[in-house]
């Protein structure tokens, strides 16, 4: 919980690789989702929601962290080995 104690999205796929374990046939899974970002900014670990006229927190770069289920939404299911 670098970012804020929400859900964590990343825009690199290869990232959240490690997050998916494989299964006992080694396929992994993986959601693509389609994120709101809205206004975002940095996120810290104590934060349990954005701070007023915010929507979203931020490593800054490619991690995004949501704090409300309608916030994002999954596209696809991606199985791969």
Known sequence: VAYGCGVYF???ANYSHSYAK???SGE???FLARVLIGKTCLGSPSMKVPPAGYDTTTDG???FVIYHDAGAYADHLITYK
């Open 22 to 24: 494989p299964s006992t």
């Open 28 to 30: 992994r899974t993986m």
């Open 61 to 63: 770069q490619n991690i």
């Open 10 to 12: 990343h825009s690199n």
